[in-house]
């Protein structure tokens, strides 16, 4: 989920026990030892909350600061009504393919930037309650309108007003409290995924070398619900585009679900095709990707899912990618996600359960830092609806939820009495 913030990178802070050292005097006698503190009673240990006897380092910052970069770069350009110059950006992005160290295309983040305030205006409208003919809901959309009729030969430009269009159309598709129950709110929906596919289909031609023209192109699809092959076909093309980003291997999983264009049949071709195509980049990882968010809203996927070929994806996606971004979003999906859905189906909790053990060789191995955003994204289940009013609430959340998760993956030691610390040299277990 693309989540705006002005806010660059915080410093790392990293939370470590200090080991004194003592210089005795040469001349003197040695003095007698000082007794050993005493270890906490049992009882304490017991009672005693795991995750204080967890010390790892926290990025503390709100966001990744290439992405809020990019953002903000977008967002500036747009303010500033410097249209060609927002557009030579995004196509400068896009034909370099360049993304930040987490896997975000530069071009998507400047875009999602320039549209942010039009789309943020809109939501706003909507929590807010106000009446669908509020020139609040329309306003920005109008001048938008106008920048296209401005640029009319610019793809990018065009792309961008589509993309708005989409981004509020979902805006209508999840409203606010007030407007859960407005029957016109898909038919509002469905007029703004409407008017992006007719803004975008004179560029389809044009976008068979562009993953971000490609990328608005399949965004339309979560609009309009079309054959599995297209669909397949349509993000096939896209990741053949753009291989590295993982995203569009997981939007392809979730689209060939049932209640969506596809069939847990097609489901599986896909991902074994994905895993062929992309083998030279993620091994396996192919597979893992398209079944990654799938298994964790549909039960039936996640009981059909090949857990060996599942974990195999698993492991050469960290052997392709090991950054604290990708260990942070592998371990929170496993302790996290995975485990919301166990006890509901039976025959998809087996799976569950196997695939969640991977989080103890992921903590255990691969784990330094700790990112607050990604572990409360998990617990949302990667909702790109997701509302959230605080980001900062939002982290602080996923804050305390990650150190319970990965306490827990130290229990038998805590609960031996051992305080455990990340460090970049490995584990440290101590007494506590």
Known sequence: MLTPSRQARDLLSRISGKVSSRIRPAARPEPAPSPAPSPAP???????????????????????????????????????????????????????????????????????????????????????????SSRSLIRGLMAFEAL?????????????????????????????????????????CAAHFDRAAALLQPLADGSCNSPFLKGAQCSLLAGHNGEALQVADEFSALIDLAPNNHRHMRTLGTHMLPRWSGSYAALELEARRTASRTEGIWGAGGYTWVYFDAITIDDQACARVDTRFFLDGLRDIVAANPSQDMINLLAAYCTVTLRKGLGQNLQADVPRLKIAEAADWLIRDHLKELHPLVWAHAAEGFDNSARITSLSRFAARGHAGALQAIAGQFREEIEGGQKVAFTEKGLQFSPA
């Open 148 to 188: 296209r009729a401005e640029h009319r030969n610019d793809p990018y430009l065009t792309a961008l007003v589509a993309l708005a269009h989409i981004d509020i159309g979902w805006a209508w598709r999840t409203p606010g409290k007030g407007q859960a129950a407005d029957p016109s709110s898909r038919h509002r």
């Open 42 to 132: 049992a009882e304490e240990l017991l009672t005693r909350p795991l995750e204080d006897s967890l010390s790892i380092p926290v990025c503390s910052s709100e966001d990744d600061p290439d992405s809020t970069g990019a953002q903000n770069r977008g967002q500036f350009l747009a303010r500033q009504e410097r249209w060609e110059d927002l557009s030579r950006q995004i196509r400068e992005a896009d034909e370099a393919r360049t993304a930040t160290r987490c896997g975000l295309p530069v071009a998507d983040l400047i875009a999602y930037g320039a549209r942010a305030d039009v789309v943020n205006a809109t939501e706003h409208a909507l929590a807010e309650e106000e009446d669908a």
